[in-house]
């Protein structure tokens, strides 16, 4: 249950924080309106960092159903404990999802272009071709899936990947902020294709929030689209978790 509890606390900090400040950005009439990629990508960082400081000392912070695949997928977590991280990081990220729409309650109803409104919830790409938006996903959370084992694997004392533990890797020092600067870097670098969601659960469950809530003038929650930042994601962090198990080895000898 402690485990539940801190993803889906953690989740809802990185959703109201990082899907807030694209409602900022994005809706009509708010303080922050237009003012651009460097304002979302900086405030994502932000958001990671904050919600790893909060639950990290308690759940490893996975926040992110990637991270839990790709940590599985190493025997850094057993497979028993997936579908209490899954499900704890899906209410989380709906339950933030929520507190954005109310937070912005005003601004709906005054925002006209539907697309703006759904970018609050979940990504979309900027250039709609499936293949290329899928390995733009994978190549993003490989990357990000590797440097936080980088992260750990630099913060504590192991002999292989396997026996990386985010729990201890984030209860103490500035991991969980580096762990934001990835995610800033991952969004400066690579974000202009799909908005680099990079984690399931971050863009399922705020589109289901959006699918839901009763948003004048919403238009359509884009399913067609919706696979691939769940499916990319998930195989990018197996990837990325299998690649630096594979480079640490050599290392390690």
């Given at each position: 249950m402690e485990i539940f509890l801190a993803e889906v606390v953690g989740t809802a900090i990185l959703i109201?924080?990082?899907?807030?400040?694209?409602?900022?950005?994005?809706?009509?009439?708010?303080?922050?309106?237009?003012?651009?990629?460097?304002?979302?990508?900086?405030?994502?960082?932000?958001?990671?960092?904050?919600?790893?400081?909060?639950?990290?000392?308690?759940?490893?912070?996975?926040?992110?159903?990637?991270?839990?695949?790709?940590?599985?997928?190493?025997?850094?977590?057993?497979?028993?404990?997936?579908?209490?991280?899954?499900?704890?990081?899906m209410v989380g990220a709906m339950l933030g999802a929520v507190l954005v729409y109310v937070s912005y309650y005003r601004h709906w109803g005054a925002t006209d272009d539907p697309a703006a409104k759904l970018a609050v919830f979940c990504t979309g790409p900027a250039i709609r071709s499936p293949v290329a938006n899928l390995v733009t996903e994978i190549i993003g959370t490989a990357l990000l899936m590797f440097g936080i084992l980088g992260i750990g694997a630099n913060a504590l004392e192991i002999q292989s990947a396997s026996e990386i533990d985010l729990s201890a890797v984030f209860s103490t020092g500035i991991a969980p902020l580096l762990v934001g600067f990835l995610v800033w870097a991952i969004g400066l670098s690579l974000g202009g294709p799909t908005g680099y969601a990079i984690n399931p659960a971050r863009d399922l469950g705020p589109r289901i929030v959006h699918a839901l809530l009763p948003i004048d003038g919403k238009g359509d929650s884009d399913w067609g689209y919706a696979w691939i930042p769940v499916v990319g994601p998930i195989v990018g962090g197996v990837m990325g978790a299998l690649l630096f198990q594979a480079v640490d080895g050599v290392f390690l000898g």
């Open positions: 109201v924080i990082g899907d807030g400040v694209v409602a900022n950005v994005v809706l009509a009439k708010t303080k922050g309106h237009n003012s651009g990629w460097i304002v979302i990508t900086t405030g994502w960082g932000l958001a990671v960092a904050m919600a790893v400081y909060a639950v990290g000392r308690v759940s490893g912070a996975h926040l992110n159903p990637a991270v839990t695949f790709g940590l599985a997928s190493i025997d850094s977590l057993a497979w028993a404990e997936v579908p209490t991280y899954l499900a704890g990081e």
